[in-house]
């Protein structure tokens, strides 16, 4: 499949174990934050999403953190298993989504079986 | 599956060539987004259509434009191709005319687009 930013920052986790993908944002106004998947030859894939006045959201096998002080958003991923294999990116947009959506730059997470 | 379908998978193209990229929204979504992914620039917002009409408009080109149809299928349109427009192109929709909590974007599996 096409690789996508082969110059992406690279984390490394075993089987099972948690994974924390950081994420920090541009703008302090943002109020809407998403996380995507992208795996090898696919479009990104929505995860979970959290608006500026949570700072914790979760889902099945998933959180996410928002620290608005520090502007710093975090994927926590439980017991993480290999088809977590992929690139993530955190969005963020502002106005109430009357802005396009930004992306960060994304995280290869690599699971070592 | 997203929902979000885009056609065509592959396309090979020479420099100066036009071609035509298309997206079919998830069923019921009103917005639909173009974004292009290269290796060095990431994701990238070109342009968005609600139910018809441009929304919002990013680095996109002048070369390029795009367009939403009655039935919200959308087309983008790329001319005079030069090499460095080799990239993904990805379309997304939404429900609503805006990306925000409940209405998030969902992407297609994206169009790969060589220019040689």
């Known amino acids: 499949g096409e690789s996508v930013g082969l110059h992406l920052p690279t984390l490394s986790v075993q089987e099972g174990d948690n994974s924390i993908i950081n994420c920090a944002y541009s703008n302090s106004a943002s109020d809407y934050f998403i996380w995507y998947k992208q795996e090898s030859g696919k479009g990104p894939q929505f995860i979970i999403d959290?608006?500026?006045?949570?700072d914790k959201r979760q889902g099945q096998r998933v959180t996410v953190l928002l620290n608005k002080t520090v502007k710093h958003l975090s994927l926590q991923i439980a017991a993480t298993q290999p088809g977590d294999s992929a690139v993530y990116f955190c969005a963020e947009n502002w106005n109430s989504g009357n802005t396009p959506l930004v992306f960060g730059k994304g995280t290869r997470l690599s699971v070592i079986a | 599956d997203s929902g979000v379908t885009q056609t065509p998978k592959h396309l090979i193209t020479a420099t100066g060539q036009r071609v035509t990229l298309r997206c079919s929204p998830r069923?019921?979504?009103?917005?639909v987004y173009w974004y292009q992914q290269s290796l060095d620039q990431g994701l990238q917002f070109l342009i968005q259509?609600?139910?018809?009409?441009?929304?919002a408009k990013g680095n996109i080109l002048e070369r390029f434009s795009a367009q939403q149809f009655p039935d919200l299928h959308s087309e983008l349109n790329l001319s005079s191709l030069e090499l460095g427009d080799s990239a993904l192109y990805f379309c997304a929709s939404s429900r609503q005319g805006a990306s925000s909590y409940n209405s998030p974007l969902h992407f297609g599996n994206g169009t790969r687009l060589t220019v040689t």
């Open positions: 259509y609600y139910n018809g009409e441009e929304r």
């Open positions: 959290i608006r500026s006045n949570m």
């Open positions: 069923s019921g979504d009103l917005s």
